[in-house]
């Protein structure tokens, strides 16, 4: 998908805000149409659904979480990327677990704003074909054969290790909250500090530095995000 063919409806009830996100995505070859509001926004979808859609939280008829949830539940699958304050972040988990696929805070610069864009649309389009290895830099993830590799060395992983890192891989370049992480590896009445607890050793095993990560990194207040493909 070239991005001269990618529409994007950006609903945000500043004017300044969505003039920067039309002038800065058009600049990048996207098509973008603006809503102010969620009625408004609504009405776009229906009347042509776009290829995402960049949506602000704080909306003045229809809080961004109710618009997002109505989408899913009439079985909208195009990716939604949420824009946020930074300290909104109960808001940010409640949006990635209604179905955003990603967040941008506010102040954010339209590359960053940009780059969530097209890990959002290519995850949509890989979902559809999952590769059985998995690579990122000197990380290495053969989801067949559970074998994974950091610069070529085969890294022994616990089974919780391991699925965190897999569901973390099938979902590369997006943010994955705690509570999604938790359900996928122990199921839904488990805790967070479980999570905490194996991210630490599985950053042990495969990050050169622990505490510097650069493929496990932390979303605060959110979750974990792998990184993306190179």
């Given amino acids: 998908?070239?991005?001269?063919?990618?529409?994007?409806l950006v609903v945000d009830d500043e004017p300044p805000i969505r003039k920067l996100l039309r002038v800065g995505l058009s600049a990048q070859g996207y098509e973008v149409q603006e809503a102010p509001n969620a009625a408004s926004a609504r009405q776009?979808?229906?009347d042509g659904e776009?290829?995402?859609?960049?949506?602000?939280l704080g909306l003045p008829d229809k809080p961004g979480h109710d618009l997002l949830r109505e989408w899913?539940?009439?079985g909208l699958s195009m990716p939604?990327?949420?824009?946020s304050s930074r300290t909104d972040e109960t808001g940010i988990v409640k949006a990635l677990e209604t179905?955003?696929?990603?967040y941008v805070t506010k102040p954010f610069g339209i590359n960053e704003l940009g780059a969530r864009i097209r890990v959002a649309l290519r995850h949509r389009l890989q979902q559809q074909g999952e590769k059985a290895i998995f690579q990122t830099g000197g990380l290495s993830i053969d989801l067949v054969k559970r074998i994974v590799k950091v610069d070529d060395r085969e890294i022994k992983l616990s089974p919780k290790e391991y699925d965190i890192l897999r569901v973390l891989a099938q979902h590369a370049g997006k943010v994955l909250t705690h509570q999604f992480l938790l359900k996928q590896v122990w199921g839904p009445a488990a805790d967070v500090q479980y999570l905490r607890v194996y991210v630490r050793q599985l950053r042990q095993k495969v990050e050169q530095i622990p505490d510097q990560p650069q493929y496990i990194t932390?979303?605060?207040g959110v979750g974990y995000r792998?990184?993306?493909?190179?």
């Fill in 99 to 102: 179905g955003a696929d990603d």
């Fill in 80 to 83: 939604v990327v949420i824009l």
């Fill in 1 to 8: 998908m070239t991005n001269s063919a990618v529409k994007i």
């Fill in 218 to 220: 932390t979303e605060t």
């Fill in 44 to 46: 776009a979808v229906k």
């Fill in 50 to 56: 776009p290829d995402l859609v960049v949506l602000d």
């Fill in 72 to 74: 899913r539940e009439d």
């Fill in 226 to 230: 792998l990184r993306e493909r190179d």
